[in-house]
C-alpha cells in the first residue's frame, strides 16, 4: 500500500488539492445562497414552510440521480460535478439559518430598533452574529456532505479522489483494486476531517466570546 | 424634585392619540391627551392590557399610532426619520436586553457609534456611565453580559439608555426580572441619576409601590388607556379620583404613605468611620471614644462597603478590604418603607445610607423613623385639627 502511494504522490496530491477545491468553493457558494435566502425567509414568513420542506426533501434525492438529471445539461466533468455539490451543501446551511436567526429573542431586535438600529444595520449588527454559531454548525455539516458527494461525483468525470474509488470498484480481483479504492476512501475521510478541524477554528476566531460555548 | 439646575429633558405632549390594531373592535389607546413636563418622571401604571406599553412605545414610533399626534418638545415626531428619532430617545427595557455578543462597552457605546461620535469621546463617555452606574469601569468594561449579575446587566441597561444623553428616557418595566434587594437599590439609583441629569423619565409599571416611589406624577389607566387619574403620588394616595383608582392603589395605602417620605427627611446618626488597610488599634480608639459598638469601612471611593462589630476587629492588625458591591446599604432617596425593610435584616437594626455616587453619608435606625412617623402625625392631626376648627368657625 505504502509504495503504491509513493508511487502515485504527485497524482495524489493534486487531485485532493482538486477534490478540497470542489468543496471550498461549492460550499462557499452554497453559504452565500443560503445565507441570503434565509434572509429573505425571516422577512418573509410564508417563506419559512417552503424553505423547510425544500431543505428537508432536497437531501432526500440520490445524489447519483441528481448527478444523472444535471449530466445532460452541463455535461462531463466538473461543469456537472460543481453545481451538484453546491446544490446540497446549500440544504443543511439554508436549515440552520433559518433556525438561527428565527432563534434570536424578539425582545433583542425590538431593543435594535429602538435604539435607532436600521433593520438592515440591525440584521448585520445583531442577528447575523447571534445566529452565526448556528449558521457556522450547518457550515460544518455541509462541509461533511460535500466530501462525500463530491468521491460520488466522479462519476461524471468531477475532479478529486473519486476517480481512485471508482477505478479500484471496476477492476475488481485486480492488482492494486483495493489499494485504489481504500487510497479514495482513506483520502476523503482524512482531508474531510482536516476541513472540519479548519472550520472549528474559524469558529473560535469569528464567534464573540460572549455567546461561545 | 426641588433643585434649582435646569432641566436638559424635553416635554412631551400627547394629543388625541389613538391605537387601533386590525381585527379588534376596541381600540387598544383610545384618544389618550396626555402633556409630560420637561425634567420629571411619569410613571405609567395599570392593569395588564390597559394600553400603557403601547403609549409608550408610540412616543418612539415602535408602534405607530392610528391617529393623533405626540410631540417632543414641540416638534411632532411624525415629521422626524425614525432611526434618528430613536437614537435620540433613550430606551430601557426589563433586564436590560443588552446583546449578548458585545462587551459592556459596546453595548453602552453602540447608540454613540450610531451618532458618529469619535472613538475616544464614546470611550470616555462608556466609563463616565459605568461610574454613573456604580460599576467601576476597569473591571466591567469588557466583560460580557453573561457575566454579570442581573442588576449589574440592569444598570448597563440604564447607562446604554442614557448613553447618548437624550433628553427623553423611556423605561419599560425597567426593573421587573430583578430580585426585590436589587430592585429597590436600583430605584434608588435611578432617583440619584435623575437628581443630576433631570431628564424627562416616561416609565411603565405593574407595580403601585414602584410608581409612588419614582415619580413626580402617575398616571393610571383603565383599558383602552382611559385616563383615570394623572397626578402626584401623595394626590394619588390620599385623594384617589375614584373607585377604580382606589381599587387600584389598593388596601394599606396609610402604609404606602412611607413610601412618600424619604430616608433624607430623616436625621441621620452620625457613626465611626475606617477605611481598609487602617490601624485597627487606632479605630477601636477612635470607636471608643465615641461610645460607638461598631464602625463602618469605607474604600477608596468613600463608598461603605461593610459594618463590624468592634469585636469583629478584635484580632486583625490592619483593617481587612470589602468589596463595596456586595454590601447593602440604602440611598438618601430610598423610601422609609424601603428603610424599615433594610434595617429589619440588617444585624445591627439599622442600615447605612449613602448619597450620590454611593458615598457614605451616616447611618439611619427605628428610633429615627419611628420619631419621624410620630412628628408627621402630630402634624397631620394638627391640620385636621385646624381644618376642624375652621369647620366650625365658617
Known amino acids: 500500500m505504502w509504495d503504491f502511494i509513493v508511487e502515485r504522490r504527485e497524482d495524489i496530491a493534486y487531485n485532493a488539492f482538486q477534490h478540497v477545491n470542489l468543496v471550498v468553493q461549492a460550499v462557499l457558494l452554497a453559504f452565500v445562497v443560503a445565507v441570503l435566502l434565509a434572509i429573505l425567509v425571516t422577512r418573509v414568513p410564508a417563506l419559512q414552510s417552503l424553505a423547510n420542506s425544500v431543505s428537508a426533501m432536497g437531501l432526500t434525492i440520490p445524489s447519483l440521480a441528481l448527478l444523472g ?19 446540497y451543501a446549500t440544504l443543511p446551511i439554508l436549515r440552520n439559518a433559518v433556525v438561527g436567526l428565527q432563534g434570536v429573542d424578539a425582545t433583542l431586535l425590538e431593543s435594535a430598533r429602538g435604539m435607532g438600529m436600521s433593520p438592515v444595520r440591525s440584521m448585520m449588527r445583531v442577528q447575523l452574529p447571534l445566529a452565526w454559531p448556528v449558521i457556522l454548525a450547518g457550515v460544518r455539516v455541509s462541509t461533511q456532505m460535500s466530501m462525500g458527494i463530491a468521491a460520488i461525483a466522479a462519476i461524471v468525470l468531477g475532479p478529486g479522489l473519486g476517480g481512485y474509488i471508482y477505478t479500484g470498484l471496476s477492476q475488481i480481483g485486480g492488482a492494486n483494486a483495493l489499494n485504489q479504492a481504500l487510497l479514495g476512501t482513506i483520502g476523503v475521510v482524512i482531508l474531510a476531517l482536516a476541513l472540519d478541524a479548519l472550520l472549528l477554528l474559524l469558529g473560535r476566531l469569528t464567534t464573540s466570546k460572549g455567546i461561545r460555548v | 424634585m426641588s433643585t434649582t439646575t435646569t432641566p436638559s429633558g424635553a416635554d412631551i405632549e400627547l394629543i388625541d392619540v389613538v391605537k387601533r390594531y386590525p381585527g379588534q373592535k376596541n381600540p387598544a389607546v383610545d384618544s389618550l391627551s396626555l402633556h409630560i413636563p420637561a425634567g420629571e418622571i411619569v410613571m405609567f401604571v395599570g392593569p395588564s392590557g390597559c394600553g400603557k406599553t403601547t403609549s409608550l412605545k408610540m412616543i418612539n414610533r415602535l408602534i405607530e399610532p392610528t391617529s393623533g399626534t405626540i410631540k417632543i418638545d414641540g416638534e411632532d415626531v411624525r415629521g422626524k426619520d425614525v432611526d434618528n428619532l430613536r437614537r435620540n430617545v433613550g430606551y430601557v427595557i426589563q433586564g436590560g436586553s443588552l446583546f449578548p455578543h458585545m462587551s459592556v462597552a459596546q453595548n453602552i457605546g453602540l447608540v454613540p457609534g450610531l451618532l458618529k461620535w469619535g472613538k475616544s469621546r464614546t470611550s470616555d463617555r462608556v466609563d463616565e456611565l459605568l461610574e454613573l452606574v456604580g460599576l467601576d469601569p ?29 433628553p427623553v428616557i423611556l423605561m419599560d418595566e425597567p426593573f421587573g426580572a430583578v430580585d426585590p434587594i436589587t430592585r429597590q437599590r436600583l ?27 419614582l415619580g413626580d406624577r ?58 481598609s488597610g487602617e490601624s485597627v488599634p487606632e479605630v477601636l480608639d477612635r470607636a471608643r471614644a465615641r461610645n460607638d459598638t461598631s464602625v463602618v469601612v469605607l474604600d477608596s471611593r468613600n463608598r461603605p462597603c461593610e459594618w463590624l462589630w468592634l469585636r ?7 483593617v481587612p478590604e470589602f468589596n463595596a458591591e456586595e454590601f447593602v446599604t440604602l440611598d438618601r432617596r430610598a423610601t422609609l418603607n424601603d428603610a424599615l425593610d433594610t434595617m429589619l435584616s440588617s444585624s445591627h437594626g439599622a442600615a447605612v445610607v449613602t448619597g450620590r455616587r454611593d458615598e457614605y453619608v451616616g447611618v439611619v435606625n ?5 420619631d419621624f412617623i410620630q ?3 402630630e402634624q397631620h392631626a394638627a391640620t385636621a385639627a385646624a381644618d376642624a376648627a375652621n369647620g366650625e368657625s365658617a
Open chain 1, 69 to 87: 438529471l444535471l449530466l445532460p445539461l452541463f455535461g462531463i466533468g466538473p461543469s456537472t460535478a460543481f453545481p451538484a455539490v453546491a446544490f
Open chain 2, 138 to 166: 476597569a473591571r466591567y468594561r469588557d466583560r460580557y453580559p453573561r457575566e454579570l449579575s442581573g442588576g449589574q446587566q440592569q444598570r448597563v441597561g440604564v447607562a446604554r439608555g442614557l448613553a447618548a444623553d437624550p
Open chain 2, 187 to 213: 430605584q434608588d439609583e435611578l432617583l440619584s441619576i435623575q437628581d443630576e441629569l433631570h431628564k424627562t423619565i416616561v416609565c411603565v409599571t405593574h407595580d403601585i409601590d414602584e410608581a409612588v416611589k
Open chain 2, 218 to 275: 402617575i398616571l393610571i389607566l383603565e383599558e383602552g388607556a382611559q385616563v383615570a387619574q394623572y397626578d402626584t403620588p401623595e394626590a394619588v394616595l390620599v385623594t384617589p379620583a375614584n373607585p377604580f383608582v382606589e381599587d387600584f392603589v389598593g388596601a394599606g395605602s396609610t402604609l404606602k404613605q412611607l413610601s412618600l417620605s424619604r430616608v433624607s427627611d430623616v436625621e441621620l446618626a452620625e457613626t465611626t468611620t475606617a477605611r
Open chain 2, 312 to 318: 469583629e476587629l478584635q484580632g486583625h492588625g490592619t
Open chain 2, 366 to 370: 427605628f428610633n429615627a423613623v419611628t
Open chain 2, 375 to 377: 412628628a408627621t402625625e
